[in-house]
């Protein structure tokens, strides 16, 4: 805890550690479901899967359950 203490001159410092490792952490844990979705989404297209519509219903749920929880991140949607 000595380190700590070094370390962080005050508690509005520990706190700022803190919030900001909790962002980066949940910032990398939605970049990585991300990139996991991409990844089944590659492996459904090669099994050619997309046009069967219960896989389609299933991983468009779990997609959705996801952005619920706050796992996933909602993409912006461009505007043209």
């Known amino acids: 805890m000595a ?7 005050s ?9 900001e490792t909790h962002e980066k952490i949940k910032d990398f844990s939605s ?5 996991f979705l991409e990844f089944s989404d590659d492996i459904l297209e090669k099994l050619n899967l997309k046009e069967n519509e219960s896989v389609i219903k299933t991983r468009d749920s ?10 996933l991140k909602e993409e912006e949607e461009e505007e043209f």
């Open 3 to 9: 380190i700590l203490e070094k370390f962080f001159n």
């Open 11 to 19: 508690k509005s410092s520990r706190e700022e550690f803190v919030q």
């Open 31 to 35: 970049t990585s479901i991300k990139k």
């Open 62 to 71: 779990i997609e959705d359950m996801l952005k619920q929880t706050g796992l």
